[in-house]
């Protein structure tokens, strides 16, 4: 698959069938006025649906290594109407962040990714307030009819152990959808 044809499927109105991401925010936490951070946002797919929540007076800022999806991501955002977003083109390994600045973190689709994500999740951990909720969405390990390889998922164990090793506490597991799972952490 090529690059635009992967970018238009991650914003395609038929992937909100099986990934709500309104509804999946919403059980993240994410209310009116709050700082939203996503960590490798892809084109915006969630953080639009943010930016609607937070509204004028939230903060959402984007980091995404993809240059294309960044810019894509930019006029989503754009499009909502509010001037209140930041979209950064960098590895979220090297990407400048705030300290202790977000009331919510989304992972989506992506802690698999990671080379180091202990590393990566400890970054957002400095970055969040306390309290703050660390949101984890990612694909189960069975067979799907679409998504990344069984061999590069990670399993809720996986995840989980690699979420707790970086700070957080787990709060929640939900297993509502049909192809991932979401576990919502809070930094302690
Ligand atoms: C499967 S897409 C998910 C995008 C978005 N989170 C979503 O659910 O729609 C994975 C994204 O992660 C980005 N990515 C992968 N590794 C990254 C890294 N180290 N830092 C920042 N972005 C990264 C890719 O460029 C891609 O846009």
Not at 28 to 37: S, Y
Request: proline share 5%; net charge negative; glycine share 6%.
């Amino acid at each position: 698959m090529d690059e635009d044809e992967f970018l238009r499927i991650l914003l395609s109105e038929e992937r909100k069938a099986w990934q709500n991401p309104s509804d999946i925010l919403l059980r993240f936490g994410l209310t009116r006025g709050q700082r939203f951070l996503d960590v490798a946002s892809g084109p915006g797919f969630f953080a639009v649906e943010a930016s609607k929540m937070v509204g004028e007076r939230g903060y959402i800022y984007c980091v995404d290594t993809n240059a294309k999806a960044a810019d894509i991501c930019v006029q989503n955002l754009s499009r909502v109407g509010y001037r209140n977003f930041e979209v950064i083109a960098q590895p979220i390994e090297v990407a400048p962040l705030p300290t202790e600045h977000f009331d919510v973190a989304l992972v989506a689709n992506v802690l698999h990714d990671f080379g180091d994500p202990v590393f990566v999740l400890r970054r957002v951990y400095e970055s969040l307030r306390s309290n703050g909720v660390l949101g984890v969405v990612d694909w189960k390990k069975m067979e799907t009819p679409f998504g990344p390889p069984l061999s590069v998922r990670l399993n809720e164990e996986e995840s989980i152990r690699i979420i707790e090793g970086s700070g957080f506490r787990v709060v929640e597991v939900i297993n509502s959808y049909p192809y991932h799972y979401l576990i919502r952490a809070e930094k302690r």
